[in-house]
């Protein structure tokens, strides 16, 4: 029998999460949905990026990545954007409990 060879623990990072921002054109590959999508979700409030100035290239943080993927996730399963919005609100708030719980657990 082959012995697994034991690497390094994996540990979730909080406060890389918490620095991590990227730019709309990169959120838009990652999520797989045109950047004129995301702008629209932005237009009508359901997320949110951290540019302050008009017209500057929008940048998105960890959460509001986060909301986006859930949020494709649900229309290719069919719900409309509104519901889409209602359900991932909901996801939201537990994911941000869990990792409020996680990272008291770790000292942070």
């Known amino acids: 029998m082959k012995e697994m060879k034991k690497g390094p623990e994996l540990s979730f990072d909080f406060d890389f999460l918490q ?24 237009e009508k409030g359901i997320i949110t990026s951290l540019t302050e100035e008009e017209g500057k290239n929008r940048r998105y943080d960890y959460k509001n990545i986060k909301k986006m993927l859930l949020i494709k996730e649900l229309l290719d399963d069919g719900y409309t954007l509104d519901a889409s919005a209602d359900k991932v609100k909901s996801r939201m708030e537990l994911i941000e409990q869990t990792l409020n719980k996680l990272s008291e657990k770790g000292g942070h």
């Not at 730019?23 to 950047?35: A, L």
């Open 19 to 42: 620095k991590l921002v990227v730019g709309i054109g990169e959120v838009s590959q990652i999520i797989g949905v045109p950047t004129r999508q995301i702008r629209y979700w932005e």
